[in-house]
C-alpha cells in the first residue's frame, strides 16, 4: 500500500547544476500536483496535471518544468538549480473532487 | 479561490476537545471546505471536508455555519499526535482540484 512516492528524499546540488523529482502513484488517479514548501510557510503550488500527457501551471511555476507521460508518474525538473530553489517539495495525487494524498516529500538543497 | 483566515496558534489540553476556527467570508457557492493537517514537516494529511452541512467521519466534525462564511474544525478528544499545523483551505468544485494553502493554524496538545 505505497500511496505516492517521492524520490529521492534527500539532495544537494550545486548551483547551475540540473535534476529530477520522480513521483509516482499507485492509486489510479488522474490527477497530480508538485508543491513547495518553504521554512514557516504553507504549501505553494508549481505545477499540476489533470491527465496523462497534460500539465498546467500553478503558482510558482518559474524555473521548474514537468512531465506527465505516464499517468502514475509526474517529474518535476530543475534546469539549472538556484539557491532560491532550496525547499522541500511535495507531491500529491487524486481523482477529480476528491482529498489529494501526499507524498513524504524531497527536501532539496541548493549551495 | 477564496482566502481564508485562521488563528496562527492555538493550546488545547489533551483529551479535551480542539476548536479550530476558520474564517472564510468570500466563499462561493461551488466552493468546498477542507481540512488537512500536517505533522512535523510530513506530507499534509487530509482530515475532511464539506459543502454546507455539518460532516463527521472518524477523526474529527467540521462544523459550517449556515451562511459558509466561517467553520470549525473539531476534534473531540485531542491527543499529543494531534499537534499539528492546520490547513482550512476552500476549493472550487471542477478546477483541477488546486489547493491554496494559507499559513494554517498550530496547534499544540499539552499534556
Known amino acids: 500500500n505505497a500511496g505516492v512516492t517521492q524520490t529521492p528524499k534527500f539532495r544537494v546540488l550545486k548551483t547551475g547544476q540540473s535534476m529530477t523529482l520522480l513521483c509516482a502513484q499507485d492509486?489510479?488517479?488522474?490527477?497530480m500536483y508538485w508543491y513547495r514548501q518553504d521554512p514557516g510557510m504553507g504549501l505553494r503550488l508549481i505545477h499540476y496535471?489533470?491527465?496523462?500527457?497534460?500539465?498546467a501551471k500553478g503558482e510558482v511555476p518559474d524555473g521548474y518544468n514537468v512531465s506527465r507521460l505516464k499517468k502514475q508518474n509526474f517529474l518535476l525538473g530543475l534546469e539549472s538549480a538556484a539557491p532560491s530553489q532550496t525547499s522541500v517539495y511535495f507531491c500529491?495525487?487524486?481523482?477529480?473532487?476528491?482529498?489529494?494524498?501526499f507524498g513524504d516529500g524531497t527536501r532539496l538543497s541548493i549551495l | 479561490d477564496a482566502k481564508t483566515t485562521q488563528p496562527t496558534s492555538m493550546d488545547c489540553a489533551e483529551g479535551r476537545a480542539a476548536n479550530l476556527p476558520c474564517n472564510h467570508s468570500?466563499?462561493?457557492?461551488?466552493?468546498?471546505v477542507y481540512w488537512y493537517r500536517q505533522i512535523h514537516s510530513q506530507g499534509p494529511q487530509y482530515i475532511i471536508h464539506?459543502?454546507?452541512n455539518n460532516e463527521t467521519n472518524e477523526m474529527a466534525s467540521l462544523i459550517i455555519t449556515e451562511d459558509r462564511k466561517s467553520s470549525t474544525l473539531i476534534l473531540p478528544h485531542a491527543t499529543l499526535r494531534d499537534t499539528a499545523v492546520y490547513y482550512c483551505?476552500?476549493?472550487?468544485?471542477?478546477?483541477?482540484?488546486?489547493?491554496?494553502f494559507g499559513q494554517g493554524t498550530e496547534l499544540s496538545v499539552k499534556p
Open positions: 496535471s489533470v491527465g496523462e500527457g497534460t500539465t
Open positions: 500529491a495525487s487524486s481523482n477529480p473532487n476528491q482529498p489529494q494524498h
Open positions: 468570500t466563499i462561493s457557492g461551488n466552493e468546498y
Open positions: 464539506g459543502l454546507k
Open positions: 483551505i476552500v476549493r472550487a468544485y471542477n478546477q483541477g482540484g488546486k489547493l491554496i
Open positions: 492509486m489510479n488517479h488522474e490527477y
